[in-house]
T-cell receptor
Framework: DTGVSQDPRHKITKRGQNVTFRCDPI?????LYWYRQTLGQGPEFLTY????????KSRLLSDRFSAERPKGSFSTLEIQRTEQGDSAMYLC?????????????FGPGTRLTVT | SQQGEEDPQALSIQEGENATMNCSYK?????LQWYRQNSGRGLVHLIL?????REKHSGRLRVTLDTSKKSSSLLITASRAADTASYFC??????????FGAGTILRVKS
């Protein structure tokens, strides 16, 4: 058990609907990351937070995607007007930081299926 | 886009044999990490090797790093059925974000 939790574990939605995922990192970790993983591929970076500040967003993160970490603890990732291409596993990770390179602890992921 | 490329894409061995996976990357790195992912589950960190290190061991795992060739290898010795999983290398870039390869699927037959 890595200590990072994600909710829900599975989400099936119809195209055009909005969805929101939640991630609870390890409590003492101030860095939080979102990745997306499609079948047969490695995870791809989406965005990351240092406490409540969103410091970087990937080009993969279109304007339909928004992420927040309002109090520097849990984070939410919202996808508006979902498309079938959004179907993927959404992974959250946390780590200590900044400064020294450290391992990231991943949650179990939220599997999104857009029908 | 993905930075690393793992080789082979898939590997099938008998229990007790050694498994070697290779990873190549494109840009300068702070460190390189290896992760394991069991079917349908999240990733688990295995080992981290810094850019100024050449070899590192952890239990049955041995990782090498050649920054001149921009490549790394992961050796799992005396494999077990429980080692069956996908293995990913990931290079750490600014902000500690990880850039993953496509992974190697390892199957250990008992």
């Amino acid at each position: 058990d890595t200590g990072v939790s994600q909710d829900p574990r599975h989400k099936i939605t119809k195209r055009g609907q909005n969805v929101t995922f939640r991630c609870d990192p390890i409590s003492e970790h101030n860095r939080l990351y979102w990745y997306r993983q499609t079948l047969g591929q490695g995870p791809e970076f989406l965005t990351y937070f240092q406490n409540e500040a969103q410091l970087e967003k990937s080009r993969l993160l279109s304007d339909r995607f928004s992420a927040e970490r309002p109090k520097g603890s849990f984070s939410t990732l919202e996808i508006q007007r979902t498309e079938q291409g959004d179907s993927a596993m959404y992974l959250c990770a946390s780590s200590l930081g900044p400064g020294a390179s450290t391992e990231q602890y991943f949650g179990p992921g939220t599997r999104l299926t857009v029908t | 886009s993905q930075q690393g490329e793992e080789d082979p894409q898939a590997l099938s061995i008998q229990e007790g044999e050694n498994a070697t996976m290779n990873c190549s990357y494109k840009t300068s790195i702070n460190n390189l990490q290896w992760y394991r992912q069991n079917s349908g589950r999240g990733l688990v960190h295995l080992i981290l090797i810094r850019s100024n290190e050449r070899e590192k061991h952890s239990g049955r795992l041995r990782v090498t790093l050649d920054t001149s060739k921009k490549s790394s290898s992961l050796l799992i010795t005396a494999s077990r059925a429980a080692d069956t999983a996908s293995y990913f290398c990931a290079t750490e870039e600014y902000g500690n974000k990880l850039v993953f390869g496509a992974g190697t699927i390892l199957r250990v037959k008992s």
